[in-house]
């Protein structure tokens, strides 16, 4: 008998031992991005210079008890992984009730300006010279246009329930993709007649596209001019503990000029806007 419990004992103290290798990787956090210009971009030579990025590495020099892992993939994989309480983060997104139920949600890391109606000079002349804002309820009325989207992207509050409101599923045509350039081939090449887009994307595209259309935005009638990002973690203890360790240095280096240089890098130029000097100061700084 001595032969077969000698083997038991040996099995049962070595698992009772604790897993080192898991306890270490709880020190890892699993960043979940996506090429998505110019917040983050991936390749080329302002590779890893997108400002969600530049935004995240500050948070990530003052974490050093963990090991950051970028991984390029999509937000539905992003967001998968969080639902199955996985070791993921996602520098920025909006917070929704819907995504509360398995994720946590640090204080504000970025101010993003709303998203804008995106259209060619085709589509703009259509609506009329001159026009300078648009009516987003009144475009999604328009039987013969069609609204492109990224499928499974938020667009903000406000216009995620404008589209559920006002949108005819016919009407709005969920792009699979985590690229907006191919939105963006597909409005210059007039097969959709409008997107949704935030104004430094647009402003990327028309410097760095190939066709002779250049994109114009357009604000909606009604919308706030900013919104808050997050980062944000899958709901469980582990994530707790980073969303505490993340909230802990972002209200100390949201702050600083250096952090706010690198959230609006791309769109500095709104630094000077009234109504952001106001979202900056009386919003982001207090959330």
Same mark, same amino acid.
């Given at each position: 008998m001595?032969?077969y419990i000698?083997p038991?004992?040996?099995?049962?103290?070595?698992s009772s031992?604790?897993? #080192?290798a @898991?306890?270490? @990787?709880?020190?890892t +956090?699993?960043w979940? %991005?996506y090429h =998505? *210009?110019p917040?983050?971009?991936?390749s080329?030579?302002?590779?890893?210079?997108?400002?969600?990025q530049?935004?995240m590495?500050?948070?990530? @020099?003052e974490?050093? @008890?963990?090991?950051?892992?970028?991984? /390029?993939? !999509?937000?539905? =994989?992003?967001?998968?992984?969080?639902?199955? &309480?996985?070791q993921?983060?996602h *520098?920025?997104?909006f =917070?929704r009730?819907e995504r509360e139920?398995?994720?946590y949600?640090?204080?504000?890391?970025?101010i993003?300006p !709303?998203n804008r109606v995106v259209v060619?000079?085709e589509?703009?002349?259509a609506?009329?010279?001159g026009t300078?804002s648009? #009516?987003l309820t009144?475009l999604?009325a328009? *039987?013969?246009?069609?609204?492109?989207?990224?499928g499974?992207?938020?667009? &903000?509050s406000e216009i995620d329930?404008l589209?559920?409101? /006002?949108?005819?599923?016919?009407?709005?045509?969920? +792009?699979?993709?985590? #690229?907006?350039?191919?939105?963006f081939?597909?409005?210059a090449l007039g097969?959709?007649?409008?997107t949704?887009?935030?104004?430094?994307?647009?402003?990327?595209f028309?410097q /760095?596209?190939? $066709?002779q259309a250049r994109?114009?935005?357009?604000?909606?009638d &009604?919308?706030?001019p $900013?919104e808050l &990002? /997050?980062v944000?973690? #899958? =709901? %469980?203890?582990w994530g707790?503990?980073?969303?505490s360790d +993340?909230n802990?240095v972002?209200?100390?280096i949201?702050? %600083?000029d250096? $952090?706010?240089q690198?959230?609006?890098a791309?769109?500095?130029?709104?630094?000077?806007?009234?109504q952001?000097?106001d979202?900056?100061?009386n919003?982001?700084?207090r959330h």
């Open positions: 001595k032969q000698w038991l004992l040996i099995t049962f103290m070595l031992l604790p897993d #080192s @898991d306890a270490s @990787d709880l020190k +956090i699993y979940q %991005t =998505r *210009p917040g983050i971009i991936v080329g030579e302002q590779g890893q210079l997108g400002f969600i530049q935004a590495k500050l948070i990530q @020099d974490l050093p @008890d963990y090991e950051h892992v970028v991984v /390029h993939t !999509t937000l539905a =994989r992003a967001l998968q992984d969080m639902r199955l &309480g996985k993921t983060c *520098p920025s997104l =917070r009730p139920a398995y994720m949600f640090s204080h504000a890391t970025q993003s !709303t060619t000079d589509t703009l002349h609506l009329g010279e300078a648009v #009516s009144a999604l328009k *039987p013969e246009w069609l609204l492109g989207v990224i499974g992207r938020s667009y &903000g329930q589209l559920a409101e /006002h949108g005819e599923p016919s009407r709005i045509i969920p +792009i699979q993709s985590e #690229s907006l350039d191919v939105v081939r597909m409005l097969r959709i007649q409008y949704l887009a935030y104004p430094f994307e647009g402003r990327y028309n /760095h596209n190939p $066709y994109l114009k935005m357009l604000p909606i &009604g919308l706030q $900013y &990002g /997050h944000a973690c #899958s =709901r %469980t203890v707790a503990k980073v969303i +993340i802990r972002v209200m100390t949201k702050f %600083t250096r $952090y706010l690198a959230m609006t791309y769109w500095q130029e709104e630094q000077a806007l009234p952001f000097q979202y900056y100061h919003t982001f700084l």
